[in-house]
Structure formats: structure tokens, C-alpha cells
Nanobody
Framework: QVQLVESGGGLVQAGGSLRLSCAAS????????MGWYRQAPGKQREWVAT???????TYADSVKGRFTISRDSGKNTVYLQMNSLKPEDTAVYYC???????????WGQGTQVTVSS
């Protein structure tokens, strides 16, 4: 089992920045994919960014150039630096860890990000 705890959400004005953190504990040795998703009110959860244990990174087009995903393997933590925030970035942001070989999928509890115009 893997436990994920997100933090760093809040209220920010458009154009501002926030950094989200996702602290992992438990059996993370087999985790090979880490990422962030978000869900706005009335919408489906959508993918934001992914980082592999190899270091490979991909972003959704909607956040490319504004968001940066990173990881500190020593602290078992994944980050999402969000700059130039827009009102449409308002959502609950979820951390996701996956073991694609065994089919295990873990989610955090989510952290609210609200961007005011």
C-alpha cells in the first residue's frame, strides 16, 4: 500500500503562483509513474502532468509552459509548481502514483486550488 498526502493548495489571484506537494509513504519501491490530475466542478477529472522514475516528463497542453512537475526521491515527494495561474485552473488537484507492472493505482485526498480573476 502507498499513502499520498497533498498540500499547498489555496486561493490565489490570476497570474499568481502556487506549489503543490505530494508526500508518499508506504511501499513505493515499485512505483514507476507519478503525476497530477485535477477536477473542476461539474467536470471529469483530467490529467495535468506525469513524471516517470526515469525522469521523463509530459504535460497537458493546457498547462505546458506554466506548470512544472518535479520529484525529490530522497523525500519521496512530488511537486507541481504552478505559475501564471488562470481562473480556469481552479480545481481540486490530485496526486497519483502507479505501479504499471502490477496494476496498482493510488490517489491522494486532493487539495483545492482556486484562482480568482
Amino acid at each position: 500500500q502507498v499513502q499520498l498526502v497533498e498540500s499547498g493548495g489555496g486561493l490565489v489571484q490570476a497570474g499568481g503562483s502556487l506549489r503543490l506537494s505530494c508526500a508518499a509513504s508506504g511501499n513505493i519501491a515499485s512505483i514507476n509513474v507519478m503525476g497530477w490530475y485535477r477536477q473542476a466542478p461539474g467536470k471529469q477529472r483530467e490529467w495535468v502532468a506525469t513524471i516517470l522514475v526515469s525522469g521523463s516528463i509530459t504535460y497537458a497542453d493546457s498547462v505546458k509552459g506554466r506548470f512544472t512537475i518535479s520529484r525529490d526521491s530522497g523525500k519521496n515527494t512530488v511537486y507541481l509548481q504552478m505559475n501564471s495561474l488562470k481562473p480556469e485552473d481552479t480545481a481540486v488537484y490530485y496526486c497519483n502514483f502507479r505501479d504499471t507492472y502490477r496494476g496498482h493505482n493510488y490517489w491522494g485526498q486532493g487539495t483545492q486550488v482556486t484562482v480568482s480573476s
